[in-house]
């Protein structure tokens, strides 16, 4: 199939008027609803969707690029996009204290934006890593209330990153008694909890 010809300009180098007219300044919409449909009915489960196979599709070609065995497990949790991969020798995608995890969603993240032409919020996990650092965290959470609310004593935990923060103020925010902040700046933010007064 031969490509369109492009209309002949008094300068070739010169961009094209970005008037209705203009083939060349038309961006071609996606089919999907804007951002703000994204919680309101089916059109906001089917960007979700979207994203996810969108995700997939790039993790598969990455996958085989890199000739690392896996499969790719997709699903919408809430109000965002779920994937995973699953099986094989796949501690090389989480990396120490999972560096490599947040750096290949960001890239999944970048690659779903563009697809989509909307801010992806799609969460990924490897190996059950992101799965088992929730449990972790959710145990330290615990914890570290019962310890705040018999002391009165605030406390500060490691640096974390968001995933890990929102873990943490979750579970804070379902113990009475307690409540929890963010301070800090990035990479070493981190979680205060904190007694009621």
């Not at 009165?152 to 103020?169: A, D, T």
Request: proline share 6%; glycine share 10%; net charge negative.
């Amino acid at each position: 199939m031969s490509a369109p010809q492009q209309p002949v300009t008094e300068n070739p180098t010169a961009l094209p008027d970005a008037d209705a007219g203009s083939d060349d300044a038309v961006v071609e919409p996606i089919d999907i609803e804007p951002a703000v449909a994204r919680g309101a009915g089916g059109s906001g489960d089917d960007l979700l969707v979207r994203e996810g196979d969108v995700a997939g599709d790039y993790l598969e070609r990455l996958l085989d690029i890199l000739d690392v065995d896996g499969d790719i497990d997709l699903d919408v949790e809430g109000d965002r996009a779920s994937v995973a991969i699953v099986g094989g020798r796949l501690t090389d995608l989480i990396g120490p204290d999972g560096a490599t995890l947040e750096a290949l969603q960001e890239l999944t993240r970048l690659a779903v934006a563009q697809s989509t032409g909307v801010r992806s919020r799609l969460m990924l996990d490897v190996g059950g890593y992101r799965a088992k650092r929730r449990a972790d965290l959710s145990s330290l959470a615990a914890e570290t209330a019962r310890r705040v609310s018999t002391s009165g004593q605030p406390e500060r935990l490691s640096p974390m990153n968001p995933f890990e923060r929102k873990v943490v103020h979750d579970v804070i925010a379902s113990v009475t008694g307690v409540h929890s902040e963010s301070e800090g700046e990035e990479p070493n933010r981190r979680v205060v909890v904190l007694p009621d007064r």
